[in-house]
């Protein structure tokens, strides 16, 4: 049974920054696809940034350029540093890990608000 747990959401300022992190269980961070999907109210969930398991990074054109994500095999635990947030950032922010068995994301954690706000 995979688990995700994310960490390291809040409030902050915009132009501020925040640090999410992701823990796993198991050996998925090391071996699979990983993830930070977003979902504002009112909106769809959207994919903001991932990392292949050979550690190559894809983000959103909204992001680029302001949100790196990485990932600590040794931790087991995968990292979203968002800097220069925007009140538009304003979500829950989850966790996920791709399966590649049957070609989806399919692993979730349970989400953490982000909230950029003067």
């Known amino acids: 049974q995979v688990q995700l747990v994310e960490s390291g959401g809040g409030l902050v300022q915009p132009g501020g920054s925040l640090r999410l992190s992701c823990a796993a269980s198991?050996?998925?961070?090391?071996?699979?696809?990983m993830g930070w999907y977003r979902q504002a109210p009112g909106k769809e969930r959207e994919l903001v940034a991932a990392?292949?398991?050979?550690?190559?990074?894809n983000y959103a054109d909204s992001v680029k350029g302001r949100f790196t994500i990485s990932r600590d095999n040794a931790k087991r635990t995968v990292y979203l540093q968002m800097n220069s947030l925007k009140p538009e950032d304003t979500a829950v922010y989850y966790c996920?890990?791709?399966?590649?068995?049957?070609?989806?994301?399919?692993?979730w954690g349970q989400g953490t608000q982000v909230t950029v706000s003067s």
């Open positions: 996920s890990g791709y399966r590649t068995s049957d070609n989806r994301w399919a692993y």
């Open positions: 198991g050996s998925i961070v090391s071996l699979n696809p």
């Open positions: 990392i292949t398991s050979g550690a190559s990074p």
